[in-house]
Every structure is written in C-alpha cells, then in structure tokens.
C-alpha cells in the first residue's frame, strides 16, 4: 500500500485458555491519506497470519512504545520490542519512563500538560498519603529520551517551585526510571 507507512514490533499476548504466553509480530500501518490506520498480527511459531490487516482508530502512534499494552478484539497484547530497523528508528526513542506523585489539586492540569507535550500517562492510580490522609495520584509517564528535564519543568510551571521541589512531603514528586514499571 503506497499511501501507508509500516512499522513492526515483537509482541506477546497471554493466553488464559493455555495459560502460556504467546508471541507475535504487530504490523501496524500507519495512514498517509487520512484513512483508518490498520494492524495485522502474524504468528512466526506457526509460520500463518493470526489476524489479516484490520482498520484500528483505537491505536495511535503515541500508544505504540516498548512495554504499553494495547487491547484489540478483546485481546490485550503487549510490546516487547521494535522489529526492525526502520520502526526502532521511529519508535524507539520513546523508552524514558517518569513515575510521579500527584497532589489531587494538580492533576487535571498536569494530565492537560503532558498530552500537549508530547508525553503518555501510562499508568495513573489514586492512592491515600497516610501522614496527612489527603489524596495523591501515582502516575507512570512515558516520553522520549531526556524527557525528565521537560517534566520537571512542567511541574515547576504548574505547581509552582515549592510543589516540585522533593524536599516537602506535601508536595508533588517526581522520581525517573529507564526501565519498564513492571509492577504498579
């Protein structure tokens, strides 16, 4: 298809009826024209399609990033890898993940700043601050490489300088991680 971009990952779907995991690999095509995007997902143990290209609005590229899970026909399948050169080049960059305590004040402002600056909330869980018994917001931030200096700048802008500042126990925190929160 001439008026589509394709980009391909490893990913692997856990299979309740086998209880095993099973791995495929994603093609996802990316619409030029304004059209639907469409997937296809291929099946390299068994060496056949799983499923033929199929449109999917529901995938963006901002939701294809390693370790984001992405539901499609009831299936929920999780990127373990780029597949080759050309979705690594694109793709690849977007590995830096942020993990962030939230006062409830803030949120909908920071989730606001963070789409528009190109970042994903990943994860986002209420949870209860049992010193003072207010509620926070744990939040998993994925962006691209380096991306910690932005989101600190973004919550400095929007909490004001003491909110960020990790120093306060009342205050938002920000903490950096490379690699995938396996657990949250």
């Known amino acids: 298809m001439a008026d589509s971009t394709k980009y391909m990952f490893k990913v692997t779907w856990w299979d309740t009826q ?12 990316e619409s030029e024209n304004g059209s639907e995007n469409q997937v296809q997902f291929y099946d390299p143990k068994n060496r056949r399609m799983f499923i033929r290209k199929y449109p999917c609005p529901s995938i963006k590229p901002k939701d294809l990033y390693i ?7 009831s299936r929920q399948f999780e ?3 780029c597949a080759d050169e050309k979705t690594s080049q694109r793709f690849g960059q977007r590995t830096s993940k942020l993990f962030s305590i939230i006062g409830y004040r803030n949120i909908g402002s920071i989730i606001s700043a ?3 600056n190109g970042f994903t909330i990943s994860k986002l869980k209420s949870i209860v601050d049992r010193p003072t018994g207010g509620i926070k917001f744990a939040l998993e931030v994925v962006g691209e490489e380096g991306g910690i200096e ?3 700048s973004i919550l400095g802008k929007l909490g004001g300088a003491e909110e960020s500042s ?3 126990d009342d205050t938002d925190k ?10 949250f």
């Not at 086998?18 to 095509?29: K, N, V």
């Open 18 to 29: 086998s209880s095993i995991d099973r791995d495929y690999i994603l093609t996802y095509f």
């Open 67 to 73: 370790g984001s899970k992405i539901s499609f026909l």
């Open 79 to 81: 990127i373990q890898s």
């Open 114 to 116: 963070a789409n528009q």
């Open 150 to 152: 932005l989101w600190n």
């Open 166 to 168: 990790l120093a306060n």
């Open 174 to 183: 920000i903490f950096f991680f490379k690699d995938h929160l396996s657990h």
